[in-house]
């Protein structure tokens, strides 16, 4: 079946404007992350969901980031005022329930601000 | 705070030979231990985890050692094959939540 998907692949920005980024879960998964992949790092945390709310939103770096998940499928990561310190890959993971279920990951956007 | 540490870093070894990444966690509470493999441009996949009641897990030529008094858990790929060549990751959970503290990853090269 298909996995969690993202879009887009790359996004290349310059300072200061705003960005969007669209995660697709996968069928039926209620549960739903974003992480932030630094080069040369592991992923780090970003917010979790539950259906439709934020259950967890303590790895979100300051208010300039903001994700939404209105009807509980697709969740968007909105990046107000970008910073060059932006850059990252953005991943997005989904999984069937919550705890201890396998979080299946996406192949991530690619934010550049230049 | 929280943290994981990784090693080595990067790990080469010659096709057949066994690998060992080593990782280390600071939150006595965790008690999921997942691993993860990263091949250039994809999300991580998970390729084996532990449970904190369990020391090992074998699935055919991976498997994964839990020291909980030590804080110590790795991962051994016997038998490397070129298509094992990626960057692992492991990770563990904060407390008994979702939410997982990774390692700064082991990039593995299998020599043919």
């Known amino acids: 079946g298909a996995g969690v998907s993202q879009t887009p692949s790359n996004k290349v920005t310059e300072k200061g404007k705003y960005v969007e980024l669209r995660c697709d879960p996968i069928s039926g998964h209620t549960a739903l992350y974003w992480y932030r992949q630094s080069l040369g790092q592991g992923p780090e945390f970003l917010i979790y969901?539950?259906?439709?709310?934020?259950?967890?939103d303590s790895g979100l770096p300051n208010d300039r980031f903001f994700a939404v998940r209105p009807e509980g499928s697709v969740s968007t990561l909105k990046i107000q005022r970008t910073e060059r310190g932006d850059s990252a890959v953005y991943l997005c993971?989904?999984?069937?329930?919550?705890?201890?279920?396998?979080?299946?990951f996406g192949p991530g956007t690619r934010l550049t601000v230049l | 705070g929280e943290n994981v540490e990784q090693h080595p870093s990067t790990l080469s070894v010659q096709e057949g030979d066994s690998a060992v990444i080593k990782c280390t966690y600071s939150d006595s509470a965790s008690n999921y231990f997942p691993w993860y493999k990263q091949e250039l441009g994809k999300g991580p996949q998970l390729i084996i985890d532990i449970r904190s009641n369990v020391g090992e897990k074998k699935d055919q030529r991976i498997a994964v050692t839990l020291n909980k008094t030590a804080k110590h858990f790795s991962l051994h790929i016997t038998e490397t094959q070129p298509e094992d060549s990626a960057v692992y990751f492991c990770?563990?959970?904060?407390?008994?939540?979702?939410?997982?503290?990774f390692g700064t990853g082991t990039r593995l090269k299998v020599l043919a």
């Open positions: 990770a563990a959970s904060i407390g008994g939540t979702y939410k997982y503290i």
């Open positions: 993971a989904s999984s069937l329930s919550s705890t201890y279920d396998e979080q299946f």
């Open positions: 969901f539950q259906g439709t709310g934020a259950a967890d």
